[in-house]
């Protein structure tokens, strides 16, 4: 099969990670893969198979403008063409494919608009739930859902959520974890218990959330801790209550160093749709706090995980503590959080995926 994805950028981020790792996979697997982004070229970060192009029409474009038509516009806001319909640029450079995969609700226009191939949407979240604050944004992405697209849906919170608000479901098919990546890797353990989480601004990553669960620990606990938090806004640290080391952009195997050191990862979104953090956790052998909504296809409470209503810092600092202070508890989470993150490898992933899309062909030849 030749197959496009279609990007809204490809900078390093979980969503553009489990793009790319069906992708590259699906490459090795011997089909012809594609991707087209907006933005300047990101992917430096991924290593990707041969079979794989990617494509970003936008920042050619860009390349293309002289200096002086370049001044024009700063100086006299003068706005070029390739400024005035991203999706048009978007979709004129989608090649022929058999299989044209939006992966976000502005790719989905350039997707059905640029008539290529069989159109197919890669949910990752319900994404009118990014635009809360903007009415015209808020029903231009939920109308994405009413195009005439196959569906690949990444949890079961999510397909409800189509259920609900849409009316229809598709196929779920939740994100891996590469064990040869993320596994238990020997670390000299520190004095101090060492609490783990993904350091980003983004009200739904619900970071504030896990500073004022640390402050309700720090009150009433006499627990020496650190905090990690990775990702790439160093600034983070200064609002944390408890002595915070920020680690700027690890490499896979950096992370998983990082897990393996950590005594609890805690993941206090609002509300995600099958993120990569918990089972990378899970895969290390570190213990797992995690908020509800998103989580549910691989955490189960008090099994392979400890798991919150978001926006409760005091449940979240309950969790964290039981973790920290029942060494069974803690054990128990680890065993059970290694054999769900066996379950989930992004074989079984991409397996699943190529068979929607055959499905699909096969049924369009007949």
Not at 148 to 158: D, K, Q, R, T
Not at 159 to 175: A, D, H, S, T
Not at 182 to 192: A, G, L, Q, V, Y
Not at 307 to 326: F, H, N, Y
């Amino acid at each position: 099969m030749e197959i496009c994805f279609v990007m809204y950028g490809t900078s390093r981020t979980g969503g553009t990670r489990v793009l790319f790792e069906v992708g590259n996979r699906l490459a090795k697997k011997g089909h012809k893969i594609t991707f087209v982004s907006l933005g300047t070229p990101k992917h430096e970060w991924f290593h990707f198979n041969k079979n794989v192009e990617c494509i970003y029409p936008e920042y050619n474009i860009f390349n293309k403008i002289t200096i002086s038509q370049g001044l024009e516009y700063l100086f006299k806001k003068i706005k070029f063409p390739y400024l005035i319909d991203k999706i048009k640029i978007l979709s004129e450079a989608i090649p022929d494919c058999d299989i044209n995969i939006a992966t976000f609700c502005f790719t989905a226009y350039a997707v059905y608009r640029s008539g290529k191939g069989t159109p197919f949407y890669y949910i990752q979240h319900y994404e009118p739930l990014f635009f809360t604050s903007d009415r015209y944004f808020y029903l231009m992405a939920k109308e994405t859902y009413y195009l005439p697209f196959e569906w690949i849906v990444n949890s079961s919170w999510l397909n409800q959520m189509l259920e609900k608000e849409v009316g229809r479901k598709g196929p779920v098919i939740v994100p891996g974890v590469d064990t040869e990546v993320f596994h238990p890797i020997n670390t000299e353990k520190e004095d101090r218990k060492i609490i783990i989480a993904l350091g980003k601004s983004s009200k739904i990553k619900g970071l504030d959330y896990l500073f004022e669960a640390l402050k309700i620990i720090k009150k009433d606990q006499i627990l020496d801790l650190k905090l990690v938090l990775y990702g790439n806004e160093p600034f983070l640290v200064k609002r944390s209550p408890i002595p915070t080391e920020y680690v700027i952009n690890p490499s896979d195997k950096e992370l998983a160093k990082l897990y393996s050191k950590a005594d609890v990862a805690v993941i206090p979104s609002l509300y995600e749709s099958s993120p990569l953090p918990p089972l990378e956790a899970m895969a290390c052998g570190t213990p797992v706090v995690t908020t509800r909504y998103g989580t549910e296809d691989y955490c189960f409470n008090e099994v392979n995980s400890l798991v919150v209503m978001p926006g409760d810092p005091k449940s979240l600092a309950e969790a964290i503590l039981r973790v920290l202070t029942d060494e069974d508890l803690a054990e128990k989470l680890k065993i059970n959080g290694l054999k769900t993150a066996k379950e989930y490898t992004w074989e079984k992933t991409v397996e699943k995926v190529e068979k929607v899309l055959l499905k699909k062909l096969k049924k369009g030849d007949n």
